[in-house]
T-cell receptor
Framework: GQNIDQPTEMTATEGAIVQINCTYQ??????LFWYQQHAGEAPTFLSY????GLEEKGRFSSFLSRSKGYSYLLLKELQMKDSASYLC??????????FGKGTRLSVIA | EPEVTQTPSHQVTQMGQEVILRCVPI?????FYWYRQILGQKVEFLVS????????KSEIFDDQFSVERPDGSNFTLKIRSTKLEDSAMYFC????????????FGPGTRLTVL
């Protein structure tokens, strides 16, 4: 089974950079996904890592270290609309996604 | 850009009633999923569906639940006799050609059981 940990809440200032960490324990690791979820809405895909290293996509980057069971999502140039929950989800083999509890990010002026 | 759609957006039902939640996955996708999210809790897997059959299901997906792909485009989740604890957001998701492909989520159906 999987155990996925991420901070419950974070607060950051508009224009700043924030890093949201995720640690996981699993066997047969087959990818880690980050989703954004605004309150009352569906999770929206942000990024996918299966190999070690950094994946960059505009203001968002995601990093993975498989040996450490660790990932982070980096959000640059924060905007108010980035206030949302950020969900770390792990895939083990061909099983469906297992989600962490999510990190609720508040962006303040 | 293609997207997953779900109907209805909200469903209110009485305990013990049957509900059917509908999803139209992205048209060339082969893998389909149902997840649920109880208010304030994490997203939980219910069932996955591939090649017209269930490929995996969680312990939540008991005999009260069933899924169907009746016509090659719709993907439905039926709850036969709803319970209060079935109140949640239900999300449909689909993925492309491989089970490891990214899953794209629909907007969800908010189910309230009274």
């Amino acid at each position: 089974g999987q155990n996925i940990d991420q901070p419950t809440e974070m607060t950051a200032t508009e224009g700043a950079i924030v890093q949201i960490n995720c640690t996981y324990q699993t066997s047969g690791f087959n990818g880690l996904f980050w989703y954004q979820q605004h309150a009352g809405e569906a999770p929206t895909f942000l990024s996918y890592n299966v190999l070690d290293g950094l994946e960059e996509k505009g203001r968002f980057s995601s990093f993975l270290s498989r040996s450490k069971g660790y990932s982070y999502l980096l959000l640059k140039e924060l905007q108010m609309k980035d206030s949302a929950s950020y969900l770390c989800a792990v895939k083990e083999g061909n099983t469906p996604l297992v989600f962490g509890k999510g990190t609720r990010l508040s962006v303040i002026a | 850009e293609p997207e997953v759609t779900q109907t209805p957006s909200h469903q209110v039902t009485q305990m013990g009633q049957e509900v059917i939640l509908r999803c139209v996955p992205i048209s060339n996708h082969l893998y389909f999923y149902w997840y649920r999210q109880i208010l304030g809790q994490k997203v939980e897997f219910l069932v996955s569906f591939y090649n017209n059959e269930i490929s995996e299901k969680s312990e939540i997906f008991d005999d009260q639940f069933s899924v169907e792909r009746p016509d090659g485009s719709n993907f439905t989740l039926k709850i036969r006799s709803t319970k209060l604890e079935d109140s949640a957001m239900y999300f449909c998701a689909s993925a492309g050609l491989a089970s490891t492909d990214t899953q794209y989520f629909g907007p969800g159906t908010r189910l309230t059981v009274l």
